[in-house]
C-alpha cells in the first residue's frame, strides 16, 4: 500500500469530522500522514504511541510533508488512560490487534471522543490472527464489538486486498 491508498481507505472517516484528531498506535506514521493530508492547515493530531524511536521517525516526515498540521507526539501505552482534548476522530491502524482484552481500551477511546466524534478503525478482515498480528478483528466481529462499547452507526468505508491475511478494512464508528 502506498500513501495514496491509506488516503483512500480514512477519506471518507476522516473529511468532515473535525480538526482535532489522535492516532493511537500511530507507529513510523504511514497513515498519520494520510490523515495529515486529509485534515489540512490547522488540523492537529495527537499521535500515540509507546515506541519513542518510531515517533521521532514519524515526526520528522510530518514536519517534511505537512508542515501546516500540528502534531503533538505522546510516547504511552494506549491501554491505560492518557491525558488528551476532547477529541473530534480517533485514527486506530492496525494497531487494536495487539490488544486481547479490547473492551477496556475501547472504553477509554470512547471517552477521549466528543459526543459525534469518529473512531476510524483499519484492521485485516480476519478473527484468527499469528504472532505479528496477534488478536485481529474482522469487519463482522468489530460491528458487534463496537455496539458492546457504546459506539454507533458502525460502518465500513473500504477494504484492500492484502497477500497478509487476505484484506485489510476501514470502519468508522460514532461516539
Ligand atoms: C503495526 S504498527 C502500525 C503503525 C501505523 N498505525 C500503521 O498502520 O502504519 C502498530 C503500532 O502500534 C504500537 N502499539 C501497539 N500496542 C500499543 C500500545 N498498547 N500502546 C501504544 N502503542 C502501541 C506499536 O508500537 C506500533 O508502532
Not at 493530531?45 to 498540521?69: C, K, M, N, S, Y
Not at 463496537?146 to 460514532?174: E, H, K, M, W
Amino acid at each position: 500500500m502506498d500513501h495514496a491508498d491509506h488516503v483512500r481507505l480514512i477519506r471518507e472517516g476522516v473529511s468532515g469530522g473535525g480538526s482535532t484528531w489522535a492516532d493511537l498506535g500511530s507507529g513510523e506514521g504511514a497513515f498519520t500522514l494520510a490523515l495529515a493530508d486529509l485534515l489540512g492547515p490547522g488540523g492537529s493530531i495527537h499521535t500515540v504511541d509507546r515506541d519513542r524511536g518510531a515517533l521521532e521517525v514519524q515526526l520528522r516526515r510530518l514536519e517534511t510533508a505537512f508542515p501546516a498540521v500540528r502534531i503533538t507526539p505522546i510516547a504511552a501505552d494506549f491501554t491505560a488512560p492518557i491525558e488528551l482534548p476532547s477529541l473530534d476522530g480517533i485514527l486506530m491502524a492496525n494497531s487494536l490487534h495487539f490488544v486481547r482484552d479490547k473492551a477496556p481500551v475501547l472504553a477509554l477511546v470512547l471517552g477521549y471522543l466528543r459526543p459525534g466524534g469518529r473512531l476510524v478503525l483499519v484492521e485485516y478482515g480476519a478473527d484468527h490472527g499469528n504472532p505479528y498480528v496477534p488478536y485481529p478483528l474482522s469487519f463482522v466481529t468489530w460491528s458487534s464489538v463496537a455496539v458492546a462499547a457504546g459506539f454507533r452507526d458502525t460502518r465500513q468505508l473500504a477494504t484492500v486486498p492484502s497477500r497478509f491475511l487476505g484484506s485489510i478494512y476501514s470502519a468508522l464508528s460514532l461516539r
